[in-house]
């Protein structure tokens, strides 16, 4: 029998997890990443530091969502990543005050209560907002402070990357926001909290390591510095060409960045249906803060005595200056190492015209305003080395940091979910055709194990390895289903939701608590907390 192949178009998390599962279920596999390296938006670049190089991430560094298909990736590859309680530091008074955001987080959750499967496009509610956009509706809300607009402006720069939201529409945003925090971040009308995360050691550039090499260990090949110029589909196959070679193979996976794979970036013959295209041009990209500082120290000074817990700081952004770095910063040190890693994401027009060696310092002194102690703020100024890493570099083949849907585009109709609908033998993957976490590293996998098991199922390849991949898709979709309100938990007077539940996750929590379970309260509480988040 001839063996079938897939060609897998980029090299991010979620075409790297397609590669893996097809492979594993007998389909030969080659991903074809446009730039020099591996990992999309998820990779970790080296920092020199003494007689060191240190990996640093500069694209996605949590796992945040813990549902069952991260899990099963990271256990199948055998490369967890380690379990973190960030010191959250909201210098902004403004999301102290998040009640527009509550609002917005209600209307997601409305939209996703009122249909099934994530098919949000059904939703009554998601229609009324949809045409709305985020800054128009706050203008409506005369009657809230002008801090809790500030709050959702902040939260979507900061945590979204998104500078403006009068393109932003109602929907996508509180579909975005209730998505991204439902397991994350404790929301009411009076504080946001989070849960414990998750990150590799050497950042996420380790990952990303680890699954290209079991890729390659199953017979898969995995290249970089390869655009895909031309995607051409005849009866019965399908060629795959790039500057230096054509590929025939009978499936093909598209797993980059959704504006670039109609738009200029690959040609296609015959061309993509029309509800393809139409997705493809709905999709905005938003290119900042796509400036990476990262500055080494010689030791973590900003951490408390004794302390684990790495920092992480949402600024004032009514204090921005516009002229010099400013941004969210995050304190990526690792556990038991000597020197401080700081970096700071910024946006690229407040230090246009500098030099590195400006921007560098400028860096420090934005640390530096985090401190009272003059001696602290010294020593921000005294760091050791540096890296500045920009992802406008990466164009046209990374042409943005985040994306979004811009209010009123078509990406649904009554034929069906086009986001994810395959056109002949091409497929598409990618985070932001995930049905949850989207743009986000659990979004990414989630989609990439899905798109795979469309694959296998077109070309019936091995259905057992498969079809534990699909059982874990539909675990993490029961998963994600939540009863209502807010329930009092007795974790440290916090407050998470009450999950559904199925057997296998409960026999996940059983064996945790019997392993540790030695007369230690205070260990078991902090584990079933864990657990639960």
């Known amino acids: 029998m001839t063996e079938k192949k897939v060609v897998i178009v980029g090299g991010g998390i979620s075409g790297l997890t397609s590669a893996f599962y097809l492979q594993r279920s007998g389909l030969k596999t080659v991903v074809l990443e446009a730039c020099s390296e591996i990992g999309g938006r998820t990779r970790s670049i080296l920092v020199k530091h003494q007689d060191e190089e240190l990996s640093v991430s500069i694209g996605g560094t949590w796992s945040i969502f813990q549902n069952w298909a991260t899990k099963k990736l990271y256990k199948d590859v055998d490369c967890e990543p380690e379990v973190i309680q960030p010191d959250i530091k909201f210098v902004s008074p403004h999301l102290y005050y998040p009640f527009l955001l509550y609002q917005l987080w209600c209307i997601g959750k409305k939209i996703d209560s009122e249909v099934e499967s994530s098919k949000w496009w059904l939703s009554d509610t998601f229609y009324d907002n949809h045409q709305i956009s985020v800054e128009y509706w706050m203008k409506s809300k005369w009657y809230c402070w002008n801090s809790t607009k500030q709050a959702v402006r902040e939260y979507f720069l900061l945590v979204e990357n998104y500078p403006s939201l009068e393109e932003i529409s109602v929907s996508w945003a509180a579909l975005l926001l209730y998505e991204r925090t439902r397991d994350v971040f404790n929301i009411s009308g009076d504080t946001i909290k989070l849960s414990s995360v998750r990150?590799?050691?050497?950042?996420?550039?380790?990952?990303?390591?680890?699954?290209t090499e079991e890729i390659r260990s199953l017979g898969g090949e995995v290249h970089a510095s390869s655009p895909v110029k031309k995607i051409t589909q005849k009866e019965g196959y399908a060629i795959v060409e790039t500057p230096s070679d054509q590929i025939i193979c009978d499936a093909v996976i598209v797993a980059t960045a959704m504006n670039t794979c109609a738009i200029g970036g690959i040609k296609y013959e015959p061309t993509l249906p029309e509800h393809s295209v139409n997705v493809c041009q709905s999709i905005k990209g938003t290119q900042d803060p796509a400036l990476n500082v990262i500055l080494i120290f010689d030791r973590p000074f900003w951490r408390e005595p004794g302390s684990k817990k790495p920092i992480f700081i949402l600024p004032d952004m009514t204090k921005c200056s516009k002229r010099g770095v400013f941004g969210a910063l995050m304190d990526l040190t690792e556990e038991g190492k000597d020197y401080g890693i700081i970096r700071i994401l910024s946006r690229n027009a407040f230090v246009e015209g500098m030099s590195e060696e400006e921007i560098a310092k400028s860096a420090a002194e934005f640390f530096s305003q985090h401190f009272e102690d003059e001696e602290d703020k010294k020593r921000c100024k005294q760091f050791q080395s540096f890296k500045i890493f920009d992802w406008m570099s990466q164009?046209?083949?990374?042409?943005?940091?985040?994306?979004?849907?811009?209010?009123g585009s078509l990406v649904k109709d009554s034929t069906g979910d086009h986001i994810r609908k395959p056109a002949g033998r091409i497929f598409f993957g990618g985070s932001e055709r995930a049905r949850c976490a989207q743009n986000w590293i659990e979004g990414a996998v989630h989609r990439g194990m899905e798109v795979s098991v469309e694959v296998v199922d077109y070309l019936e390849g091995d259905t057992k390895i498969i079809s534990e991949v699909h059982d874990t898709l539909i675990r993490a979709d029961k998963k994600r289903s939540k009863t209502e309100g807010f329930i009092p938990s007795l974790f440290g007077g916090k407050n998470f939701f009450m999950e559904d539940i199925v057997d296998e996750a409960l026999e996940d929590f059983f064996d945790i608590t019997s392993n540790i379970w030695n007369n230690n309260q205070t260990s078991l509480l902090n584990a079933i907390y864990d657990w639960v988040a």
């Not at 164009?395 to 209010?407: D, G, K, N, W």
């Open 199 to 211: 990150r590799w050691r050497g950042g996420t550039g380790t990952f990303i390591k680890r699954l």
């Open 395 to 407: 164009m046209p083949y990374i042409p943005a940091v985040t994306f979004h849907f811009a209010i």
